[in-house]
């Protein structure tokens, strides 16, 4: 067996020669994977249309009957706190509006278009547990900072969207990565740097460019594990945060129980200090409560 460099140049460890996913044939196994629904992507192209017609949209919507019932149920979610129930989705859009609509779409959509099932070894309910966790804390830490709260939602619910798009289309590769985590007793994304030779960031972004993804959510996707890197995506340092807030919580399962390492400088780059972010906890536990009200078991 070879050994195969982390991204960062460190020493490593050595690589099954097995693997069939590599780094060069990532792109290539991207692009052949499934598209959104058509369904969904005609909605996102309508709403990037500067003048939007509401009625029109949400009829759209209603053509896709399990894009419609994940809208209705994340509006009708605490994560909004609408004061009645919203039972159609004329009166959805009317509420949320064209931003809100976006994340909600793209949220559902995505959320959507994974098939239900459990590897033994990777909950994948706990994963979007863990998913949706990230979101609502990135949500409430956004509404600290002054950034936006649905993008910030977005970028924490799909941060580690890498990690499913190889469970259910690389599941023999990411057995790999499993039995080396399993065995080394180590973070995910270092077991996919050591079996692989790089991590769920690079999948996730990946097919974030495949699905057309706003560039806000694909630098969050990408650089919630090394922030330092890219000082100008606020999203991304939401994400470190949140992600981190939420394993320390033990909200969900992300594919590994350890706590990575808080970058120090994020903390200051956002102007959060952790007697506000304490005080954010009871609300980002309580919202997480009703997590898996957004969730296909």
Known sequence: MNPVKSDSGSATVAQPQTRQLTRASLDKEIQQLPSLSTIVMEVLRLLDQGDVDLPALMKKIGQDQSLAVRVLRVVNSPFYGFPSHISSLKDAGMVLGV?????IVTAA??????PAGNDERFNRLSFWQHAIGTGVAAKVLARQCGLDQEVAFTSGLLHDIGKL????YFPADFAQVLAWRDEQDCLLKDAEQAVLGFDHTLVGIRVAKKWKLPELIMAAIYYHHKPASKPD???AALAHV????CRGLEIGNGGDSLIPKLDAQV??????EWGVVRACLPEIEALNANANLLVDE
């Open 99 to 103: 931003h809100s609509l976006r994340n």
């Open 109 to 114: 959509g995505i959320m959507g278009h994974f």
């Open 165 to 168: 798009v190889m469970a259910v």
């Open 233 to 235: 995506a606020p999203f």
């Open 242 to 245: 949140a992600d981190i807030l």
């Open 267 to 272: 903390m200051q780059r956002l102007g959060l």
